[in-house]
């Protein structure tokens, strides 16, 4: 069973960084494929990105030079760095894992997420 715990957002204002923090708790993490979601009020989840099991990156446009996702494999960890961040990155922050190595920026690949972290920015 793997457990996935965020913490790191919260408010900002609009041209500000902000770093989240995913926690996973269970075995083999270099192996799966972690990503990052959010979701805005009345709006679907969306993929923002993806870290493969090879290391290989992936960002939806939006946030293409903005955001950065990365992972320390000793710790377990998966981060996003987000700068110049936008009001339109209000959302809640969803950390998903599958252990599947390769997998697509969609909700319904991800077999195990957090229970999500807020991030508002405001302008």
């Known amino acids: 069973q793997v457990q996935l715990v965020e913490s790191g957002g919260g408010s900002v204002q609009s041209g500000g960084s902000l770093r989240l923090s995913c926690l996973f708790f269970?075995?083999?993490?270099?192996?799966?494929?972690m990503a990052w979601f959010r979701q805005a009020p009345g709006k679907e989840r969306e993929g923002v990105a993806i870290i493969a099991g090879d290391g290989s990156t992936r960002y939806t446009e939006s946030v293409k030079g903005r955001f950065t996702i990365s992972q320390d494999n000793a710790k377990n960890t998966l981060y996003l760095q987000m700068n110049s961040l936008k009001p339109e990155d209000t959302a809640i922050y969803y950390c998903?894992?599958?252990?599947?190595?390769?997998?697509?920026?969609?909700?319904?690949?991800?077999?195990?997420w957090g229970q999500g972290t807020q991030v508002t920015v405001s302008s």
């Open positions: 998903a894992a599958d252990p599947d190595s390769w997998r697509l920026l969609r909700p319904g690949h991800f077999r195990y």
């Open positions: 269970g075995y083999a993490y270099s192996s799966y494929s």
